[in-house]
């Protein structure tokens, strides 16, 4: 007879940025991760279509005047969604409440990929958790 112990995560992960720690959801099905992400990548593909037609400087970056400022907004706030998506009740509010550089907000979105996409494969590391 052939056995497999799955572990099913209780704890919430936790995402510490300088004095404050974010609680996320110990477990999330599949579905709810790829909805999140499906709405949160549309948003980026919106806001590449739209500055797609900005200039580009010599470093390759579009020039911030040339951005749409009301695009930038959005995805930053679709961004703010897909974390608010996967955290605990007790961190929503204070989520809510940080002001976070992109690079920050950034760095979360790919923290809960990790999580909750499948990360490295390996459900007993620190990184993702069982989908389904």
Same mark, same amino acid.
């Given at each position: 007879m052939t056995e497999r112990v799955f572990t099913v995560r209780t704890e919430p992960h936790r %995402?510490?940025? #300088?004095? /404050? /720690?974010l609680l996320l959801v110990p477990e999330a099905s599949s #579905?709810?991760?790829l909805d999140a992400y499906n709405k949160m990548r549309a948003a980026q593909d919106l806001f590449?279509? *739209?500055s797609a037609g900005a *200039? %580009?400087?010599g470093t *390759?970056? %579009?020039k911030a005047a040339d951005l749409d400022p009301e695009a930038l907004g959005k995805l930053t706030q679709t961004m703010r969604e897909f974390i608010s998506r996967f955290l605990m009740p007790e961190s929503a509010p204070v989520f809510a409440s940080l002001k976070l550089p992109d690079r920050v907000l950034l760095e979360l979105i790919e923290f809960a990929a990790e999580l909750? #996409? #499948?990360g490295s494969g390996n459900q007993g590391a620190d990184g993702g958790t069982s989908t389904g």
């Open positions: %995402a510490v940025i #300088g004095d /404050t /720690t #579905g709810d991760f590449n279509k *739209k *200039k %580009a400087s *390759k970056h %579009a909750y #996409g #499948g």
